[in-house]
């Protein structure tokens, strides 16, 4: 009898010793590439179903349960209602998975979408007014919902409210009465799928989104806020200062508070200048 086929280069016994942030990255990205992508042109008849359809992902939940790791958590549900859908159509069975189309908004609804996006602005300067922790974890959750190349889920964060650690991040403005979210990407996820080596970029736009989502937030909640960049140096006081693995490295940094300012918007060139190509 043949050995069962390797995950991502392991072995199921490699599986189950490997760091379980490695092994939920593994879980999340195969779930998304060989049940999500593939599940819905099944369900419309555009692809043939195969015997072994989502084998892989329930080998990994088996994995993950025989290893005593928790369940609850919404990306691992996610994971394990892929693996009873795939199992479902495997077996012959019918999904209703009472989901429905996008609809466009209605108007009211279009204004806040536009006075959202068209109405936010890079605010520098802030009142001495604290802002809720509540709301902090609003705008966090906000950036953990923001497109992920593969689903793999490898953004984390640091909170600082500290001026004397808000000094670790070299900025070019001055700094105060605000909250610096520091977003951080785990590379030991991007690490075990070689996502480093083939798609280098995903770990800057993953960044990327997730900091534009946390300003949209921020804007929603009537805070202002700014996105900042960094680069090695603040990288390494950060890993030192927080005691971080070695491989979560910061990305950039968002500074949140009570607007003390009202900027005048930017504006951009003409969208006709812009198309390249149509």
Same mark, same amino acid.
């Given at each position: ?96 998975l ?18 959202l996006?068209?109405? /936010?602005?890079?605010? /520098? ?28 889920g490898?953004?984390?964060y ?20 605000c ?5 951080l990407?785990d590379? /030991? ?23 534009d989502?946390i ?5 929603a ?17 950060l890993?030192?200062?927080f ?5 979560i ?20 060139m ?9």
């Amino acid at each position: 009898m043949s050995e069962p086929a390797k995950i991502h280069g392991f072995t199921e016994e490699e599986l189950m010793e490997v760091d379980p942030v490695v092994l939920r990255a593994i879980l999340h990205e195969r779930t998304h590439h060989t049940i999500e992508v593939m599940m819905y042109r099944i369900m419309v008849g555009k692809l043939g179903i195969s015997k072994s359809f989502g084998d892989t992902a329930e080998r990994l939940i088996d994995i993950w349960k025989a290893r005593g790791l928790p369940t609850d958590a919404p990306d691992i549900q996610w994971c394990l209602n892929y693996v009873g859908f795939a199992r479902m159509l495997r077996t012959g069975g019918e999904l209703d998975l009472g989901t429905e189309l996008p609809e466009p908004f209605t108007e009211d609804e279009m204004k806040t979408v536009d006075k959202l996006i068209y109405g /936010r602005r890079s605010i /520098r300067q802030f009142r001495d007014e604290p802002v809720p922790d509540e709301m902090i974890d609003k705008i966090l959750h906000a950036g953990l919902y923001a497109p992920h190349g593969c689903n793999v889920g490898c953004t984390r964060y640091l909170i600082l409210r500290d001026p004397v650690e808000w000094k670790l991040v070299r900025s070019d403005i001055p700094i105060e009465n605000c909250v610096m979210i520091v977003v951080l990407q785990d590379m /030991r996820m991007y690490k075990a799928l070689k996502f480093d080596e083939y798609v280098p970029q995903n770990l800057y736009y993953d960044a990327a989104a997730a900091a534009d989502h946390i300003c949209l937030m921020a804007h929603a909640l009537g805070l202002g806020g700014c996105w900042l960049t960094h680069g090695e140096e603040t990288q390494r006081r950060l890993r030192e200062h927080f005691g971080l693995h070695e491989e979560i490295v910061s990305r950039n940094h968002i500074i949140v508070g009570w607007s003390d300012e009202a900027p005048i918007k930017s504006q951009r060139m003409k969208l006709e200048e812009a198309i390249l190509n149509r």
